[in-house]
């Protein structure tokens, strides 16, 4: 199976892409203008990439779980994907992602750091649910 995973951002939406659910790699973050526009671009990427199935970060558990699904399908709705929407906790992996950077590069807000915690979402999310 073939997964995108989307960091929904309100600036930027990070993506990452794995063909085999093994190997995880970060794509070219989505500028956002508006929503129509994003959801047009996440679109083409999972097409591009044909994509079985979409992973979305949102924060589980406390009160804000729920009004982030509903706009994560809100969304989802607007990309029009057919496939399966997973959902995956997306706790800190921003703060994991600026920490794999570190020392790398000079941190510019280029959708890399998104990118990557869409990266940490998928791997996350495959390591969930790979069988023994």
Same mark, same amino acid.
């Given at each position: 199976?073939?997964?995108?995973?989307?960091?929904?951002?309100?600036?930027?939406?990070?993506?990452?892409?794995?063909?085999?659910?093994?190997?995880?790699?970060?794509?070219?973050?989505?500028?956002?203008? #508006?929503?129509?526009?994003? $959801?047009?671009?996440?679109? =083409?990427?999972?097409?591009?990439?044909?994509? @079985?199935?979409? /992973?979305?970060?949102?924060?589980?558990?406390?009160?804000?779980?729920?009004?982030?699904?509903?706009?994560?399908?809100?969304?989802?709705?607007?990309?029009?994907?057919?496939?399966?929407?997973?959902?995956?906790?997306?706790? #800190?992996?921003?703060?994991? $992602?600026?920490?794999?950077? =570190?020392?790398?590069?000079?941190?510019?807000? @280029?959708?890399? /750091?998104?990118?990557?915690?869409?990266?940490?979402?998928?791997?996350?999310?495959?390591?969930?649910?790979?069988?023994?």
């Amino acid at each position: 199976m073939k997964y995108i995973a989307i960091d929904l951002g309100l600036k930027r939406i990070g993506l990452a892409y794995s063909p085999d659910a093994k190997m995880v790699t970060p794509l070219d973050a989505v500028e956002r203008k #508006n929503r129509n526009q994003a $959801a047009g671009d996440v679109k =083409k990427v999972i097409e591009e990439w044909d994509a @079985d199935a979409v /992973v979305v970060g949102i924060p589980m558990g406390g009160s804000s779980e729920d009004e982030m699904r509903r706009r994560v399908a809100h969304f989802m709705n607007l990309v029009d994907f057919k496939g399966e929407v997973f959902y995956q906790d997306e706790s #800190n992996t921003s703060v994991e $992602a600026e920490e794999m950077m =570190k020392g790398q590069m000079r941190y510019k807000r @280029d959708g890399r /750091v998104d990118s990557i915690s869409a990266m940490i979402i998928l791997e996350r999310f495959l390591r969930a649910v790979k069988q023994p």
